[in-house]
């Protein structure tokens, strides 16, 4: 009988033995098939994960970032022990002990499946496995996965800390809110750093991995306050937290950004506008694009805040005037359906209408609730309790042509602001006003124009209602505001400011038919110095000289300062109709103003990437006794500059000479008056389709556009200098306060000689009065007076041809050393008409 027992208990052993080891040679050769050609887990070593690219203004401050992820990278060393523990106790208790997976957890995982029927089933994953489900395997459900998230999660652990294994997993994981990682959805959540979190805000967090939709702070607010509580509970019962800690954790509420019970960070946040999508734009392009939204960039910009915001408030109020001058009401064409004003609050906050205009005081959503006899009943969104009534009163639309009840219908959703006997929203408050976002549109960008740094941009009216960057993407036809490269070609070549040249109808065969260009003002002058010539913009002067010096040599140096990539060699190209942008004009008029030298326009000082190593740095200049202790107080380092000259310094003064006449007593007299120096030239094109100014003091050079985005007539009576000419006022009335002005720099090689403005006769040195100009020649240059030519080719029958003179051309020295014949076309005190047209 024992000997029966004792062979039962052999066999049965037996049995048991050999079915264990079939089970561990079945689950040996399962983990064998699928331990093959898995990928490679030892990339993790050295992973970076995608993060936000911030870009900051100089002061230092975030001014916007960029993000398909929104992440923000924290090593392990950085993450706070209370952060780690939450979501240790929340996912993964036994990380610190197991080996990649928790075989218990994986028992009681597949009994509560059995118990359910299959109907409660859990992952039982822990944070290793996490890790390698997240980075290197999909997220489905099936067995072959579990099986090969746990040989990985064992590898991983033999070649990673757990601290390391740790990081990649608070880095990485999706918190819900577009919130990857623990730091960006503590900002997201509560507005705060990680090290500033408390307890049951950190368990709130490690409560959102399981279903970020399924605990939202808002509408599953009470699932997440018990889900928060159950993480609390774990980090007492793991050792974390005292009893005491944990009981008064967890009477507190929950509470959230997203509740409002803080400010979003977001609101720290200017809005995204016309600057920093701009450097997005270039950074994408410079860097690729990938590299720009996921490689953690730190983008110092080089905006001014202070200017960015005076720019857009002097290109809006222009806009909005000219808009309203012509009485036509739009609104936003948007309308809230008669069934949803009930509720219109939530109804209007879904409309997509801008929100990021403050002109003269911040622009405000509103829906009409009534159109009543005298005033327009509004809704309006941020309106409370306390704040003046929202009503429109009938008078505040006396600008609007038509009928008070024909513009406006219940439902309407319109933009408005605060009326305050001060500026900026400041004094007493007058009434709510009716405003609207204008058709037409323009830009406006300032830099400095020794550096290159661009301190501010304005695209248009309002980015949130048109992200179309005008002062770089519109390609516009600049006008008379191109003129100064066809002088500057002139005065490199031989020519002076008191050159005569004829001003008078001429005709030209083309292709499509004889062609008669005018002055805008159908006025002409006769013979005319070059000075005039630009002061007062005249079309004629301009193309008989473009056609003297040559298309070939002003087509070269529109390419050389960057106007044009290829200019097109046509004589109504010398009057600005080839089309360019804002932003490349701006840059070659700050070369005349820095006397010549090329400068690079950049929005962008440095940039670092997510290490802090420095891959773009744009000042280039050395300083070669920076490091000396030595320097005296009174002394700064000496800075070398390899700039290019692109320009004689003489022909750079000249220019600037001349069209510092432009501003003092020409086209842009009545709109431009600064107390420093300035310099500019206005631009208008046929039919007054787009109006320009461009200018410049010492400093700053800035620019502005004006003109429909599908080109159509401003109307009669528009030009640069009345539309463009005071904004160019607005913001340079500001700026010089900042960045100061002075006297434009004279280069030595000038010598100055009194001359008579109107008719280019050379003066005495006492000579005094309003038509008395000190010129500034080349030095040896001998003037030459007296000799009058004429080209000899078809005028307007209303001005008589010119006797032709005997003489013959005069040879002379241009600014670059070569030799070159003057007339019988023109020189100093001599008579041309060109050739032209």
Known sequence: MIRFIMSAFGGLFSLIT???????????????????????????????????????????????????????????????????????????????????????????????????????????????????????????????????????????????????????????????????????????????????LAPHEAAMLASLPKAPSDYHPVRRKERLLSRRNYVLKEMMENGY?????????????????????????????????????????????????????????NVRATIDPQMQKIAANALRWQLERYDRSLGRWRGTGEKIAAADLENWREAL?????????????????????????????????????????????RKDISWIKGSFFDNFETGDVVLVRRMTSGDNGAGDFIRWTLRQVPQVQGAFMAMDVNTGRVIAMQGGFSYQDSVYNRATQAKRQPGSSFKPFVYASALDSGYTPATIVVDAPIEIDTPQGLWRPKNASNQYYGPTPLRTGIERSRNLMTIR?????????????????????????????????????????????????????????????????????????????????????????????????RRERVMNAVTAYQLTSMMRGVVERGTASKYVNLPVPTAGKTGTTNDAKDVWFVGFTSNIVAGCYIGYDTPRSLGRGASGGGMCGPVFQKFMSKAIKKYGGGKFKVPSECQFINIDRFSGARLGPDASGDNVVSECFREGEEPIFGVTFDGGFAMGSNLPLFKEAESGGKQVTTSSGKKAVVGPKASFGTLSSGGLY
């Open 18 to 196: 050999m079915s264990l080891f079939m089970v561990a040679l079945a689950i040996g050769a399962v983990f064998w098939v699928y331990g093959r050609d898995l990928p490679s887990h030892e990339s993790l070593a050295q992973y970076t994960p995608p993060t936000i690219s911030r870009i900051y203004s100089g002061e230092g401050r975030i001014i916007d970032e960029f993000a398909r992820e929104r992440r923000l990278f924290v090593p392990a060393s950085d993450i706070p022990d209370l952060v780690k523990e939450a979501f240790i106790s929340a996912e993964d208790k036994y990380f610190y002990s197991h080996h990649g997976y928790d075989a218990r957890g994986i028992l009681s995982a597949a009994v509560d499946a059995v118990k359910s029927g299959g109907k409660n089933v859990r992952g039982a994953s822990t944070i290793t496995q996490q890790v390698m489900k997240n980075f290197l395997l999909s997220g489905d459900r099936r067995i072959e996965r579990k099986i090969k998230e746990i040989i990985l999660a064992t590898r991983l652990e033999e070649s990673l800390s757990k601290e390391k294994i740790l990081e990649l997993y608070l880095n990485e994981i999706f918190l819900g809110q577009n919130s990857y990682g623990v730091a960006a959805a503590a900002q997201t959540y509560f507005n705060k750093t990680l090290a500033e």
């Open 349 to 393: 906050s879904n409309i997509i209408v801008p929100r990021d205009i403050d002109l003269d005081s911040t622009w405000y959503p509103a829906v009409v609730l009534g159109v009543e006899d005298q005033q327009l009943r509004l809704g309006i969104e941020g309106w409370k309790e306390g704040d003046p009534d929202p009503v429109v009163p």
């Open 545 to 641: 000289l473009a056609q003297e010096v040559g298309m070939d040599v002003v087509a070269d140096y529109a390419e050389r300062f960057g106007v044009y990539d290829r200019m097109g060699q046509f004589l109504a190209n010398a009057l600005g109709s080839q089309e360019t942008t804002l932003f490349k004009m701006v840059s070659a008029y700050a070369m005349f103003a820095n006397g010549g030298e090329r400068v690079e326009p950049t929005l962008v000082d440095r940039v670092q990437d997510r290490y802090g190593h420095t891959v773009y740095k744009h000042d280039e200049r050395e300083c070669t006794d920076c490091a000396n202790p030595g320097i005296p107080a009174d002394r700064s380092p000496a800075i070398v500059s």
């Open 241 to 297: 937290l005292t009893q005491a800690v944990y009981e008064e954790e967890r009477a507190k509420p929950l509470r959230s950004v997203q509740n409002g019970d803080f400010d979003s960070f977001k609101e720290e946040l200017p809005p995204r506008d016309y600057f920093t999508d701009e450097i997005r734009r270039q950074l994408s392009r410079n860097f690729g694009e990938e590299e720009f939204f996921s490689g953690g960039m």
